[in-house]
């Protein structure tokens, strides 16, 4: 008879050690009115840090408008939803929230859920598994949740290279025409801020007759004219059947959503299990993310300026010959190739210079491939991007890491070693 059950988990726990991919978080206090400053309540007590890598991209879990909608729905309304959207769930302000994100992505309807994980998840399963016979075509670098949204469908899927349409056509050309086919791709990569070529694939899946899915999770509220997006951007929005996003990243609070037909929103609505048995999103974050979105799209200082802020972050530290992986976007990803280091790294950041940056180890980035991701905001200044530099190349320094790669060996994943400044 087993009875020392939590020698399961114990052992479980050890297997990650050993494989050199224990997590650990770091426990931080923000502070609205300061972002990026925060509090780390370090083992020896609190201390004043500047976090480098959060995806409130934009800073708008602090602005006035977001906090003040939250503060009044809260106040009004009380804090729950009360229920599942089906029973006493369907609150007036998140009929509200999904108006505006209709409107936002030129689409007819739709859907909130608990997060942009969710949505994924039970959005995917549940538009694969009403297509008959569906087959899916799965970027190979689709985040968890939707590879999770692939299997919980049971359909059968196939995996395209990383942005390879050349693959992606292979594929097409191989599956009988008449077949249903949905082909569930990123619009923006977020560990290597590389970006879907999002018209070729639009072209294919207008050829061989498929869907499109796609997930802007890390793109809405910072790219397009009003904030929906990279297929926005290029002017294919309307093109894309799907269109998948959070309000956890650059909107500020929580919550996923997808936009779509009134056809296939209406469906999901009615057989989605992640969108069915479980509470809806409540009334004072249903209110805050509508005021992010609406001030979002009015507003292109906030992009403009995070562009701005990325932009001098890579040439701050590229001049300090750190190996910046060639990124198209927003973010920074430094290459370190090894887990132990890139969490030494992380914790002198922390415990000498009061740089937050969490290691990003495997799974969410292949081995070898271990590194430190940074997220410019508009709220990191001049200062801090200096300070940020000289921390880096300290850290970089005691812990003889390489400097200076080529971006061409970056692009291959190889670890280089140069020169230290
Ligand atoms: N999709 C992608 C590409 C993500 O990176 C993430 C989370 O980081 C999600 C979906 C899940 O979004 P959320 O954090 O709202 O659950």
């Known amino acids: ?107 007819p309807a739709a859907l909130v859920f608990t997060s942009g994980y969710v949505s994924n998840q039970t959005g995917i399963a549940t538009i694969a598994k009403l297509l008959p016979d569906c087959l899916i075509l799965s970027d190979a670098m689709n985040h968890n949740s939707m590879i999770e949204g692939v299997r919980q469908s049971g359909v059968e899927r196939q995996i395209w290279r990383h942005n390879d349409v050349a693959h992606l056509e292979g594929l097409l050309q191989a599956t009988a025409a008449g077949r249903p086919k949905l082909i569930a791709c990123e619009s923006l990569y977020s560990m290597d801020g590389d970006v879907a070529p999002i018209r070729q694939i639009c072209d294919l899946a207008e050829r061989y007759g498929a869907m499109t899915y796609l997930d802007e999770v890390h793109a809405v509220g910072m790219y397009g004219p009003r904030g929906a997006g990279i297929a926005a951007r290029e002017g294919v929005m309307n093109r894309i059947d799907v269109i998948e996003g959070t309000l956890a990243k650059a909107f500020g609070c929580l919550g996923g959503y997808i936009a779509g037909s009134t056809a296939l929103v209406d469906a999901v609505r009615s057989y989605a299990p992640g969108f069915i048995f ?120 005691d812990l003889g890491l390489p400097f200076s790669c080529r971006s061409s060996d970056l692009r291959s994943n190889k670890t280089c070693f140069g020169s230290t400044p």
């Open 1 to 107: 008879m087993v009875t020392n059950y939590d020698a399961f988990f114990l052992s479980a726990i050890a297997r990650l050690r050993t494989e050199r991919r224990y997590r650990v978080f770091a426990d931080i206090e923000r502070i609205a009115g300061r972002f990026p400053h925060a509090i780390w309540h370090a083992p020896q007590g609190p201390r004043d840090v500047v976090v480098w890598c959060s995806n409130d991209y934009l800073g708008m879990g602090q602005h006035a408008k977001v906090i003040g909608a939250m503060v009044e729905a809260a106040t009004r309304m009380g804090t729950g939803a009360g229920g599942t959207r089906n029973i006493s769930g369907t609150h007036h302000l998140v009929v509200d929230l999904e108006a505006e994100l209709a409107d936002l992505h030129g689409k």
């Open 278 to 397: 479980t509470s809806a999103l409540p009334p004072p974050v249903c209110a805050a993310a509508t005021a992010a979105i609406r001030h979002l799209k009015a507003s292109s200082w906030e992009r403009d300026q995070q562009q701005n802020r990325a932009a001098r972050v890579k040439a701050v530290l590229r001049s300090a010959g750190l190996p910046v992986m060639p990124s198209d976007t927003h973010i920074v990803p430094l290459l370190i190739g090894d887990p132990e280091k890139s969490k030494m790294a992380s914790d002198l950041l922390l415990s000498r210079h009061g740089i937050y940056i969490q290691p990003i180890n495997y799974p969410t980035v292949p081995e070898g491939t271990e590194r430190l991701r940074i997220t410019p905001t508009p709220c990191h200044d001049d200062p801090m991007i200096d300070q940020l530099g000289a921390a880096l190349a300290d850290v970089w320094i």
